[in-house]
């Protein structure tokens, strides 16, 4: 028992240790060049990264000072710059070429714009990479041990600037594209909903003749999210393969292909537990709409 406990909290200690590392080389590196130019541009020197931390929903706690910004599209989450009040207020001063003893409009303005630019920087290194993404107006917020709703996992990165100490903290995702398989016999019908899907935010995981095959695939390459599933096809139609499906994969999404005057046989794959359906011919925003409700 003790055994089973210690390997499994080591194989999840290695786990994050290699998420925060992919989070480091494809997420975070943005956001550190964007942070060393921006502020360069204002103290002339570019901070040094002290330390990367994996952190859980609470930002640092010697921290009491913040500014979030939101960012949606192809990834998503939040990134912070966070600070203790006197750091921050050094921070705005150098921006604003003056000496700033407490939070007003114009030390706020400062740190916003800060925030913006290194996330805005971050952003055109993102689109570079292929990730198109927009961002949120900055928010500044000020307490103790913040706690954020983070897309795991939370980076925290520590940076000095001459004696200014203050934080990058990151969580943000990739969105992942849904995974659909496309079962029917008919290979003009596998190529209509490809070239729809393909437009969209899904990928095509497989395409397969019957229901056999369908099961065969999903056997050897694992769970896709959906399973669009012809009705009518030789050696295993759809409703054994979605009573199959259902059996051996009780939370797989099966979406079904079905011709005009089948309603019967709609019910019946209703009651086998099909998530939903779509009527050949297709229409392009029906098909959608269908996969993006279920």
Same mark, same amino acid.
Request: glycine share 6%.
């Given at each position: 028992?003790?055994?089973?406990?210690?390997?499994?909290?080591?194989?999840?200690?290695? +786990?994050?240790?290699?998420?925060?590392?992919?989070?480091? $080389?494809?997420?975070? @590196?943005?956001?550190?060049?964007?942070?060393? %130019?921006?502020?360069?541009?204002?103290?002339?020197?570019?901070?040094?990264?002290?330390? /990367?931390? #994996?952190?859980?929903?609470?930002?640092?706690?010697?921290?009491?000072?913040?500014?979030?910004?939101?960012?949606?599209?192809?990834?998503?989450? +939040? /990134?912070?710059?966070?600070?203790?009040?006197?750091?921050?207020?050094?921070?705005?001063?150098?921006?604003?070429?003056?000496?700033?003893?407490? =939070?007003?409009?114009?030390?706020?303005?400062?740190?916003?714009?800060?925030?913006?630019?290194?996330?805005?920087? $971050? /952003? +055109?290194?993102?689109?570079?990479?292929?990730?198109?993404? %927009?961002?949120?107006?900055?928010?500044?917020?000020?307490?103790? @041990?913040?706690?954020?709703?983070?897309?795991?996992?939370?980076?925290?990165?520590?940076?000095?600037?001459?004696?200014?100490?203050?934080?990058?903290? #990151?969580?943000?995702?990739?969105?992942?594209?849904?995974?659909?398989?496309? /079962?029917?016999?008919?290979?003009?019908?596998?190529?209509?909903?490809?070239?729809?899907?393909?437009?969209?935010?899904?990928?095509?995981?497989?395409?397969?003749?019957?229901?056999?095959?369908?099961?065969?695939?999903?056997?050897?390459?694992?769970?896709?999210?959906?399973?669009?599933?012809?009705?009518?096809?030789? %050696?295993?139609?759809?409703?054994?393969?979605?009573?199959?499906?259902?059996?051996?994969?009780?939370?797989?999404?099966?979406?079904?292909?079905? $011709?005009?005057?089948?309603?019967?046989?709609?019910?019946?794959? +209703?009651?086998?537990? $099909?998530?939903?359906?779509?009527?050949?011919? =297709? %229409?392009?925003?029906?098909?959608?709409?269908?996969?993006?409700?279920?």
């Amino acid at each position: 028992m003790h055994q089973f406990y210690l390997t499994h909290k080591i194989e999840r200690v290695n +786990t994050i240790r290699s998420e925060m590392c992919d989070m480091e $080389a494809k997420l975070l @590196n943005p956001i550190v060049s964007s942070l060393s %130019e921006s502020i360069s541009m204002f103290t002339g020197v570019g901070p040094e990264k002290e330390s /990367v931390n #994996l952190l859980n929903d609470s930002v640092p706690s010697n921290t009491d000072t913040h500014v979030f910004i939101g960012i949606t599209g192809d990834l998503y989450g +939040t /990134v912070l710059l966070s600070a203790k009040k006197e750091n921050a207020l050094k921070l705005a001063s150098s921006m604003a070429g003056m000496e700033l003893s407490d =939070f007003d409009d114009i030390s706020i303005s400062a740190l916003k714009e800060l925030c913006n630019m290194v996330v805005g920087g $971050a /952003v +055109t290194r993102y689109s570079q990479m292929g990730l198109d993404s %927009e961002i949120t107006p900055p928010t500044f917020l000020e307490g103790n @041990n913040l706690n954020i709703r983070a897309s795991y996992p939370l980076v925290s990165v520590n940076f000095t600037l001459s004696d200014i100490n203050f934080y990058i903290n #990151l969580s943000v995702k990739q969105k992942k594209s849904k995974t659909v398989l496309v /079962v029917d016999d008919a290979t003009f019908v596998r190529k209509q909903v490809v070239d729809v899907l393909s437009q969209d935010d899904y990928h095509i995981v497989g395409e397969c003749q019957n229901g056999l095959e369908c099961i065969e695939f999903i056997k050897k390459s694992g769970q896709p999210d959906i399973v669009l599933l012809d009705i009518t096809m030789p %050696e295993m139609d759809g409703l054994q393969t979605l009573e199959q499906l259902k059996k051996d994969y009780p939370h797989l999404k099966v979406v079904m292909v079905t $011709a005009l005057g089948q309603q019967e046989t709609m019910q019946k794959a +209703t009651t086998l537990g $099909a998530d939903g359906y779509v009527v050949k011919p =297709f %229409e392009k925003e029906r098909l959608l709409d269908v996969l993006k409700k279920v």
